[in-house]
Structure formats: C-alpha cells, structure tokens
C-alpha cells in the first residue's frame, strides 16, 4: 500500500500565481484533510471531506479551495498565491473520522516569494 | 471549542534519561487523544490514541500515555531515551459536536536526547 500520496514535494511559486496540490490515498478511507504546519504553530485544518461529494472549511480556509470528486482524490487548490501561504501542506486520512489515527502523507513544501 | 497546550515547546534530555512530554487539553465532552511523532522532514505518524478505554495507552517505541480527566492533562513518558527518539511530538485532541471528525493539534515540543 503507498498509503497517502503528496505531490509536488516542494514548489516555489510567484505572488499571484495558482497551483493545486495533489493528494491521493489507496485505503478506501473516507475521511480526508488538509492542514498547513508553520514553525512553532502545530499543524492548522484548512478543509476537510467525510467522503465524496462533501467538503467542509476547517480554521484557516482563506484563500484555499478544495474538491473531492472521488474517494481517493483531495486536491487543494491556491488561487493567487501570497506569502503568507509560504507553509509545509499535509493531507491525511483516516477511516474513522473521530476515533482512528489519521495517515499522513510526507507533505509539500511551498515557498511564495 | 477544544484545544491542547503542550508545555514546553523544546525537551533536551540525556540518553537513558526518562522522558516526560505534557500536553493539557481542553474539552467539554468526553475527547479522544492522541500523540503523533514528525522525524526531520517527514509527515506525522501516530504513537497512540485514548479512545475511552484504558486510561493508561502503550505505543510504539516503548512510548506511552495516561489519561487524567481530574488533570485534562494526557503526558506522553518514556522510562529510557534512545538517540533515535530526536523528533517533534505532537498531542492531539478530537470528539464532540464542533471537535466531530477533526483533530487539533498543539503547538508541539521538539525532543533532543543528548549522548
């Protein structure tokens, strides 16, 4: 099992300038996130979906949007990119949404400059 | 809303030494927790989870955890440290109506054992 797959691992991008983070899992798991990890911040929920179809906003929405057309698919997407998008990305799973562990994917790296 | 504070954002311990990370959270109804360990540039990975069970959870690489309600505090303890347990340790905390289906995360405290 590759388990949660992440792509691109680093990216620079240019103020303004859109990107979509890729996010892929093999597991069947219905439950899926994206939190962005800044120095000394932990880790903050961007989006979240409980399964195909249904997105929901977490803490930080701002300036992200998300789609969950199938299962295995999360992608994140960055409409006019700013610095203080400059974070390290993680998307996660996890089959029971409250009591089971999330799986994490090795996470993104984006730098806007 | 639920939170968790973690005490100390750096440990510094020596190899051998018992380790003891606190984390505090904060719910008002009855939460599921967890610690996660991140290595250098890597994603989290999960130690061990209280999902009302036991109060006192075993983990992997001898970590473990005990729940204490009257305290809202869940410590993360190791008797002996290993060089290999340099990580960044995470406490996490989930459950009831706005916590549904989401963790929260503390802010994390970086563990360095010393030779």
């Known amino acids: 099992n590759a388990g949660v797959t992440q792509t691109p691992k680093f990216r620079i991008l240019k103020i303004g300038q859109s990107m979509t983070l890729q996010c892929t899992q093999d597991?069947?798991?219905?439950?899926m996130y994206w939190y962005r990890q800044d120095p000394g911040m932990g880790l903050k929920l961007i989006y979240y979906?409980?399964?195909?179809?249904?997105?929901d906003k977490g803490e930080v929405p701002n300036g992200y949007n998300v789609s969950r057309s199938t299962t295995e698919d999360f992608p994140l997407r960055l409409e006019l990119a700013a610095p203080s998008q400059t974070s390290v990305y993680f998307c996660?799973?996890?089959?029971?949404?409250?009591?089971?562990?999330?799986?994490f994917g090795s996470g993104t790296r984006l730098t806007v400059v | 809303a639920q939170s968790v504070t973690q005490l100390g954002s750096h440990v510094s311990v020596s190899e051998g030494a018992l380790v003891l990370l606190r984390c505090n959270y904060s719910?008002?109804?009855?939460?599921?927790l967890f610690w996660y360990v991140q290595y250098p540039n890597q994603g989290l990975q999960l130690l061990l989870k209280y999902t009302s069970a036991a109060t006192l959870v075993k983990g992997i690489n001898g970590f473990e955890a005990e729940f204490k309600k009257s305290e809202t505090s869940f410590h993360l303890t190791k008797p002996s440290a290993h060089m290999s347990d340099a990580a960044e340790y995470f406490c996490?905390?989930?459950?009831?109506?706005?916590?549904?289906?989401?963790?929260?995360f503390g802010q994390g405290t970086r563990l360095t054992i010393n030779p």
């Open positions: 979906s409980v399964g195909a179809g249904i997105t």
């Open positions: 597991m069947n798991h219905n439950y």
């Open positions: 996660a799973s996890t089959l029971d949404g409250e009591q089971g562990g999330y799986t």
């Open positions: 719910s008002s109804v009855p939460p599921y």
């Open positions: 996490a905390v989930s459950g009831g109506i706005q916590g549904a289906q989401k963790l929260v």
